[in-house]
């Protein structure tokens, strides 16, 4: 298909020169899909027992209920297979009209989430196969996410060096609703790991859902429950920093992905605050927190932040720095973001370039075939 004719020719002129890197694209299987690259043992063990979610529910999510998808209507392909079940639609709606040089896939399938470790750690191998034999080989601007069964270090720690050396991984996926926070040192060896072989730690918003999204409960609406994502990822930043993983772990870079990034500057704020009256609590800490925060931790832009004055949302990548920020389109979901149309204050091109290419080649590892 063609660009949509909102994007102007000039935008698409300025990004030829260097191309988008989109932070967030995901991929959905077929039925039956992920069986095919499952051993038979295990294809059994889910046919017969289905998936030991980690939810308080069996068979499906917990409440409210998804949208099936929760894609854009134009984003069925033309088979009418699910929307991002398709390679070649995705190469043909996003990658080829928006000029993306690398794409990274963020599959959202749950298997990484079992209470079985076992079939959770043959789950993210079939899924892992899955990307890179029906997305990647087909395009290779697509990069795949080690999917790790992350409650069980071992397990995840040889999934990661299964992939250590495949140029098609660039980074490794967790979710930010964990069983634990991840500032844990039960989840060390795993960041150990991912320095050791040069990848980022992607942490899309999801997960485990073990209890209520909130710390007030279960929420009643779905746009409650839209509005809770965020919550998950403030208490993994929270977690991360005061527990002294980035002390540890001078070197770790971690992407916050689709749990906004407005909270970032108040954070920051309120842990320092905190900090100076407590900080005999956490002696292991070198820093002020929201150093941290400026250091190790990336945002991924969608859903783009909307103050009623867009210079506000200006000040708010400034404060967070706009080397910080890395460009998502969360493609096919409904609040999909254009790369042309999201901001709405004007960026010089040296924010736009480090905005749309450049900060993402800092912290993923896009390697050559």
């Known amino acids: 298909m063609n660009a949509p004719v909102s994007i102007s020719r000039a935008l698409q002129d300025a990004d030829a020169r260097y191309g988008i890197i989109d932070c967030d694209i995901h991929p959905f299987p077929r039925a039956g899909a992920i069986a095919k690259y499952l051993p038979q043992r295990w294809r059994d063990h889910v046919a017969e027992y289905g998936q030991m979610t980690a939810g308080i529910y069996a068979a499906r999510g917990n409440y409210p209920r998804f949208q099936p998808f929760?894609?854009?209507?134009?984003?069925?392909?033309?088979?009418?297979?699910?929307?991002?079940?398709?390679?070649?639609?995705?190469?043909e709606q996003l990658l080829d009209p928006y000029n993306i040089t690398y794409g990274v896939l963020e599959p959202l399938l749950g298997g990484n989430n079992s209470r079985n470790s076992h079939e959770a750690a043959a789950l993210c191998t079939a899924m892992n196969d899955w990307q890179v034999a029906e997305y990647t080989d087909h395009d290779p601007r697509l990069r795949a996410s080690i999917l790790i069964p992350l409650d069980d270090p071992d397990l995840a720690i040889a999934e990661i060096e299964r992939r250590a050396n495949d140029w098609r991984f660039c980074q490794i996926q967790i979710g930010s609703k964990t069983t634990e926070p991840l500032g844990k040192r039960r989840y060390w060896p795993i960041f150990e790991a991912a320095l050791k072989h040069g990848f980022s730690l992607g942490m899309h918003s999801g997960g485990s859902q073990i209890s209520a999204p909130s710390p007030g409960g279960w929420a009643q609406f779905y746009v409650e429950d839209h509005?809770?994502?965020?919550?998950?990822?403030?208490?993994?930043?929270?977690?991360?920093?005061?527990?002294?993983?980035?002390?540890?772990?001078?070197?770790?870079?971690?992407?916050?992905?689709?749990?906004?990034?407005?909270w970032v500057p108040h954070l920051g704020w309120r842990m320092d605050a905190n900090w100076r009256k407590m900080r005999s609590e956490v002696p292991h800490l070198k820093r002020k927190p929201s150093e941290y925060l400026k250091t190790n931790l990336w945002y991924a832009t969608q859903p783009v932040e909307e103050p009623e004055r867009p210079d506000d949302l200006r000040q708010t990548f400034e404060w967070i720095g706009w080397d910080r920020m890395v460009y998502s389109s969360d493609y096919p979901h409904w609040d999909?973001?254009?790369?042309?149309?999201?901001?709405?204050?004007?960026?010089t091109a040296e924010e736009k370039r480090a905005l749309l290419h450049d900060n993402a080649l800092a912290v993923y590892s896009f390697k050559q075939p």
């Open 227 to 262: 509005q809770l994502g965020t919550h998950a990822v403030v208490s993994q930043a929270t977690s991360l920093i005061l527990e002294g993983v980035f002390d540890v772990f001078p070197d770790l870079k971690i992407v916050m992905i689709e749990g906004g990034f407005g």
């Open 336 to 347: 999909f973001d254009d790369p042309h149309l999201a901001w709405r204050f004007q960026m």
């Open 70 to 91: 929760l894609s854009r209507r134009d984003s069925v392909p033309p088979d009418g297979g699910p929307p991002g079940s398709d390679v070649h639609f995705i190469s």
